[in-house]
């Protein structure tokens, strides 16, 4: 299995402003994945992060929105651009395990935007 | 895209009940995984079952293909299983990704 963290855990802000999310894995993997759970609602996938390339959008969801970098096998950032209430959401960050039969995730970040 | 629904939606159990949870999809699968979303929002990977019955103390899956459904039996229920239970799978004709179900909400009251 893979342990992820992300950083912020939560956070509150306010509508206009960008956040960066962080996610760090303890073990080198090709994908990262990126979802966003809005609240009382199921996970959806906003973006898939291979490192050396651009992050690959489902539809619904653009890079000036939400840009993602992969800088490296363990590590990836997401941001929360030009934020509005809409965006309050749990984001996670999920990785495959290596047989790739399994995905595991991230704590999550919270956000709240006002 | 494929269709993933749960049911129920909820489930509100005294402890020491058990309760069978249900994923439909509307498709063929190659990948289909259950998840525990505790109240503080992590996830857990509780089985990797695109077919077949897998057990794991007082949980246990079946997943029938052929006829497009996997279920979720919880024996002996705790409180410790309350939260959000998540089907997933990964469609033989789309994107290789995975497509999360509605849901189940299960609480367990003491």
């Known amino acids: 299995s893979a342990v992820i963290s992300q950083k912020p855990s939560r956070d509150i802000c306010q509508r206009g402003t960008s956040l960066t999310i962080q996610c760090q894995v303890d073990?080198?993997?090709?994908?990262m994945f990126w979802y966003r759970q809005q609240p009382g609602q199921s996970l959806t996938l906003i973006a898939t992060a291979n490192q050396g390339s651009e992050a690959t959008y489902e539809s619904g969801f653009v890079i000036d929105k939400f840009p993602i970098s992969r800088p490296n096998l363990t590590f990836s950032t997401l941001t929360v651009s030009n934020m509005s209430p809409e965006d309050s959401s749990i984001y996670l960050c999920s990785v495959e395990g290596g047989t790739q039969e399994t995905q595991y995730f991230g704590p999550g970040t919270r956000l709240l935007v006002l | 895209g494929i269709q993933v629904e749960q049911s129920p939606p909820d489930l509100i159990l005294q402890e020491g009940a058990n309760s069978t949870l249900r994923c439909n999809f509307s498709?063929?699968?190659?990948?289909l995984q259950w998840f525990h979303q505790n109240p503080w929002g992590q996830l857990i990977n509780l089985f990797y079952?695109?077919?077949g019955t897998k057990q794991n103390g007082r949980l246990s899956a079946t997943t029938v293909a052929t006829e497009r459904y996997s279920l979720l039996y919880i024996s002996s229920s705790q409180t410790t299983d309350s939260g959000v239970y998540f089907c997933a799978v990964i469609s033989n004709f789309g994107n290789e990704k995975l497509t999360f179900g509605t849901g189940t909400r299960l609480t367990i009251i003491p």
């Open positions: 073990s080198q993997v090709t994908m």
């Open positions: 498709d063929s699968v190659n990948n």
């Open positions: 079952i695109p077919s």
